[in-house]
């Protein structure tokens, strides 16, 4: 076996413990909540939607300044912090006993916790470029095979031993997940070269290594990747879907609530479970499609296509009236936005040489983890002005708007730099 396949076997397999853990407790705020004594509709949609989005929103603060300090002192390194964090801080929520510090430990966890991106650049180093949209794809299909048992588990473990047993299962997982990467693990040696579009022929990681330095160095890199329009555009692109996404998944199970009478007698929280336990199943299937797809006609348009496909679903679930369609529209949902990560991955691929790829994917994440932060807290207070309903139909439409710009923006500028590259407005 080579070298970089026993790597990402083992990443493989600690994405997947960690995501089985992490979606076991996810979906359930509103009951955790309700549990601290927040009965309240108001307030606890307003809670629900603050500890959702907490942690990743100082996730994608945090993102591209770990990103640069693995490209500077290891990738692996910055693996095992995310999951040892992981471990440390989802355990300590079991012993939460107010919204207040559910909240702090949540904004800790999105501090030092986010394992996605150095997962990626760990292995991404280590393979042909070609192949780079398939492996972002089969890690990020890890995280979509934990979240189709996680949230069952999570509400099994929640009504047998209660909610605060599945955040001692969740700190056992992550361990385990840690073990597995420093076991089987091993960094690639990447040769000395340049961003393509970012350090413009400098040396890479100049001017020391001290915090400011490093902190320095990372704006530097940020700036010029915002300053590369296709990043710039796959960037927007992604963070106006994940947006749209991450503004309604709080909602769920007040949604599966409004619907009226619970089909075949269930709880609203297996219903909710269900929901999130179906869009990982077709992410898990379109999944590896998504990725070859990418590689084959181009990373940027791959990234357009699943982002459409992502407004649609997310139409139909606010055209709902009953249970079925809302799975249905889930389901859809969960196998359009298959290919928004793995394709923003494969854009930052193309745009960054290996020295700098923790940085550029950093940013990557950090636009997805944004987005899903600040729309958690916006999707609750803009429910309680368009209702559960309403945020639906304003998600699905953030992205069009996002696809028109940047279609716009790209034919600007291929009128105005007739010399430029065909494909460098594609997203």
Known sequence: MERWQRTYRAVFAANLVAALGMMSFLPFFPSLLENMGVVERGPLEFWSGLCFGAAPLMAAIMGPLWGALGDRFGRKLMVLRSLLALTLFVGLMGFA?????LLLLRLAQGAFSGFIAPSITLVSVGI??????????GLQMAMALGAIAGPLLGAVLAAYLGLESVFATVAVTTAIAAGLVFVFAEEAKEPMETSLAVTGGALPHGGGTSPLAVVQSSAREIAGLLANPRMRGALLVLFATQFGLGATTPLLELYVRDLGDAPFGLAS????????SAAA???????????RHGDRGGHGRALFQASAGSAVALAVCGLAGQYGLLLLG????????????????????EETGSSRRGAAFGSVFSAGALAMAVAAVAGGGLAAILGVRGVFFAAAGLPVLALVWVHLAGKARGAAQPTERPDSHQG
Request: hydrophobic share 50%; proline share 7%; aromatic share 8%.
């Open 281 to 291: 199943v077709l992410n898990v299937l379109a999944m590896p499609w998504w990725g």
């Open 128 to 137: 042909r470029p070609e192949h780079q949209g398939r492996i972002a794809a």
């Open 330 to 349: 889930r389901a859809l949902q969960g196998a359009a936005s298959a290919g928004l990560s793995p394709n923003a991955y494969g854009v930052a691929a």
């Open 97 to 101: 006993e107010t919204p207040l510090e």
């Open 269 to 276: 929280a297996k219903l909710t479970g269900a929901l999130f």
